[in-house]
């Protein structure tokens, strides 16, 4: 997908790194955190748009037709399609010119899939880190919640804000790396109201699409996020000021 990715697996039954190291070996976290990339390494090959032979790109230049799509891109264009309704076409997955893009289901969807693929082999203390989408489970060590930072807009060599969080799904979306990507599907335009926009929510698909979605919508867009499965949103404007809904916990 051309992002940085990253598993970082705990075990709190080990005391020591040597001890770690065993404990991991023998619960075979090693082979769990390859399955998980597998699964990455999978959805960039169905969805990636800088890909000629992906499944994606196919479909733009008519070599798929729709009834003979895959059930995983069934399941994103679905998913697209109800936040596009949720949020009166700000989110969309067609491009202005009608093409599918993806871009703003496909990341969270396949580390929320990765995660999973974690919890079924046993690994309960973990962070994933897909690109700045983050799942989280149970804890770094000695109960403690794991800390996510959010680059500022600004300067994205610093952090504005770090989170304190466990069990859930971080996405955050903003112009500051790719310029302006994020369209307004009412408009086709860039959308400019929000400099950074941060979702939390049990699951990260839903932090990732409501991201991208808040971002389009602007200001308005995060209370409007809390009825849509966010647990908590996190925003900065053009001009610096913050703008938070629901439950933001920061780290002390």
Same mark, same amino acid.
């Given at each position: #997908?051309?992002?940085? #990715?990253?598993?970082?697996?705990?075990?709190?039954?080990?005391?020591?790194?040597?001890?770690?190291? !065993?404990?991991?070996?023998?619960?075979?976290?090693?082979?769990?955190?390859?399955?998980?990339?597998?699964? #990455?390494?999978?959805?960039?090959?169905?969805?990636?748009?800088?890909?000629?032979?992906? !499944?994606?790109?196919?479909?733009?230049?008519?070599?798929?037709?729709?009834?003979?799509?895959?059930?995983?891109?069934?399941?994103?264009?679905?998913?697209?399609?109800?936040?596009?309704?949720?949020? +009166?076409? /700000?989110?969309?997955?067609?491009?202005?010119?009608?093409?599918?893009?993806?871009? @703003?289901?496909?990341?969270?969807?396949?580390?929320?899939? /990765?995660? +999973?693929?974690?919890?079924?082999?046993?690994?309960?203390?973990? $962070?994933?880190?897909?690109?700045?989408?983050?799942?989280? @489970?149970?804890?770094?060590?000695?109960?403690?919640?794991?800390?996510?930072?959010?680059?500022?807009?600004?300067?994205?060599?610093? #952090?504005?804000?770090?989170?304190?969080?466990?069990? $859930?799904?971080?996405?955050?979306?903003?112009?500051?790396?790719?310029?302006?990507?994020?369209?307004?599907?009412?408009?086709?335009?860039? /959308?400019?109201?929000?400099?950074?926009?941060?979702?939390?929510?049990?699951?990260?698909?839903?932090?990732?699409?409501?991201?991208?979605? =808040?971002?389009?919508?602007?200001?308005?867009?995060?209370?409007?996020?809390? @009825?849509? @499965?966010?647990?908590? =949103?996190?925003?900065?404007?053009?001009? +610096?000021?913050?703008?938070?809904?629901?439950? =933001?916990?920061?780290?002390?």
């Amino acid at each position: #997908m051309g992002i940085p #990715m990253s598993i970082d697996i705990r075990d709190g039954d080990a005391a020591g790194s040597g001890a770690a190291d !065993e404990a991991a070996d023998a619960r075979g976290w090693a082979d769990a955190a390859a399955a998980a990339f597998a699964v #990455m390494t999978e959805a960039d090959g169905r969805f990636s748009s800088y890909r000629d032979d992906s !499944e994606l790109s196919r479909v733009n230049r008519g070599l798929i037709h729709e009834s003979a799509y895959s059930g995983d891109l069934r399941e994103v264009i679905e998913i697209g399609e109800r936040f596009r309704i949720a949020s +009166g076409g /700000a989110f969309t997955v067609r491009r202005p010119d009608g093409a599918l893009d993806t871009d @703003g289901v496909v990341k969270g969807w396949a580390a929320a899939r /990765a995660a +999973g693929v974690l919890r079924s082999r046993g690994v309960t203390d973990f $962070c994933l880190n897909a690109g700045g989408d983050v799942v989280v @489970g149970g804890s770094p060590g000695e109960g403690a919640a794991w800390n996510v930072g959010i680059r500022s807009p600004a300067d994205p060599a610093q #952090m504005w804000a770090v989170l304190s969080v466990t069990d $859930c799904g971080v996405a955050t979306s903003g112009a500051y790396e790719r310029g302006s990507h994020i369209l307004d599907g009412r408009t086709g335009l860039a /959308a400019t109201g929000l400099a950074s926009v941060t979702v939390l929510s049990d699951d990260l698909t839903t932090a990732d699409v409501l991201a991208t979605a =808040v971002f389009a919508l602007g200001p308005d867009g995060v209370p409007w996020a809390l @009825g849509q @499965g966010a647990t908590g =949103v996190l925003a900065l404007t053009p001009a +610096g000021a913050a703008l938070a809904a629901g439950d =933001v916990p920061f780290a002390r």
